[in-house]
């Protein structure tokens, strides 16, 4: 199973930005995928995750009512939608599924 984060960037305060995971490797319909995040100094935290059908989504209460989860499972792909960003979102984001995870997108937040 390969994932490959990618979409990050260095943008202002209150901009927008959008995340893409593509995965290979495995029947991608089949799992849930998660975003999570690491910020520098700090631990890896759990930003969002989207059901295997997209019927179902999960945020963290920092992202909440700004970041939308989404995927598009014809082309493998798991989408993050980050709008109203804050310089506290600055971070590497990793896209995982099924315990395997991607080489991470570096999003940058200035203020």
């Known amino acids: 199973v390969q994932l490959q984060a990618f979409g990050g960037g260095l943008v202002q305060a209150g901009d927008s930005l959008t995340l893409s995971c593509a995965v290979s490797?495995?029947?991608?319909?089949?799992?849930?995928v998660g975003w999570f995040r690491q910020a520098p100094g700090k631990e890896r935290e759990f930003v969002s995750v989207?059901?295997?059908?997209?019927?179902?989504?999960y945020y963290a209460d920092s992202v909440k009512g700004r970041f939308t989860i989404s995927r598009d499972n014809a082309k493998n792909t798991v989408y993050l939608q980050m709008n109203r960003l804050k310089p506290e979102d600055t971070a590497v984001y990793y896209c995982?599924?099924?315990?395997?995870w991607g080489q991470g997108t570096l999003v940058t937040v200035s203020s």
């Open positions: 989207i059901s295997s059908s997209g019927s179902r989504t």
């Open positions: 995982e599924m099924a315990l395997y």
């Open positions: 490797g495995r029947t991608f319909s089949s799992y849930p």
